[in-house]
């Protein structure tokens, strides 16, 4: 199984980065893509991305996080696509669900992003978050995927969020739909939802992630979250799209490989 979605260099992870990381290969990892989410970060997701050969990196700045930076400071980043252990761009997208930067500023990072998919044919790892009664994020990105980057780009909708009708939308501009815990949290609403985008955009769109720190999955929701619980998302997606978990590994490795090429790369 592959984590596609982890920020083990967070300081969450400070006192035991490593032991976690033997967890997670005891627990059948095969590879962990770390998300780098801002500059200051980069060093720490580097680092852990050259200390195992199963572990790799992306370069970008997540939503939340642009604020603070200038399309400048991004572009001191650009070099670092060309890292050998960097396989994806990102973390980046749009989050209308809290206001921790500028709306349109996100949307220029986002654009910028999708440049660099573009230049450097990596995929992007992409946030899209909306708030209920505010304007829809998935809209924004697709719409920005379309202008910037249609038929030139791939990448993953991390956490998805989006109903069918997003999905289809985004698997036909090359996106990967990222299933992590939350699909634990109301697993009668979820089991529905899940299963009518699989019928709409068939059983291979789906990758496995956690996001850790965050959002562990159901019972352990109040725990720190780590990549060796990525077979228990895999039980769940299982059981909502009536697998079995081994299917279901199968297919969501393949899809994971087929858009960041780990083992591509390890050769
Ligand atoms: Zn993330």
Redesign the pocket.
Known sequence: MIDT???LHSRAYDADRDDVLTKCWDAGLRYILE?N?DRQGWTRTKALAESDPRVFATVGV?PMDVGDATLEDLDRLEPELSHPRVLAV??TGIDYYRDYSPYDKQRDFFRHHVGWARQTGKPL?I?SRCRKDGPSSHDDVLRILEEEGKGEVRGVL??FSGDVDVARRGVALGMKLGMGGAISYGRKKNRKWIAEIAEAVGPDAFVL?T?CP?LTPHPHQQERNDPSYVPQIAEYLATYLEMTTDEVSERTDQAAEELFGFERTQR
Do not use: K, L, S, T
């Open positions: 979605h982890a920020h998300i989410i997540h990102g973390e790892v946030h991390h956490c992630e996001d965050y």
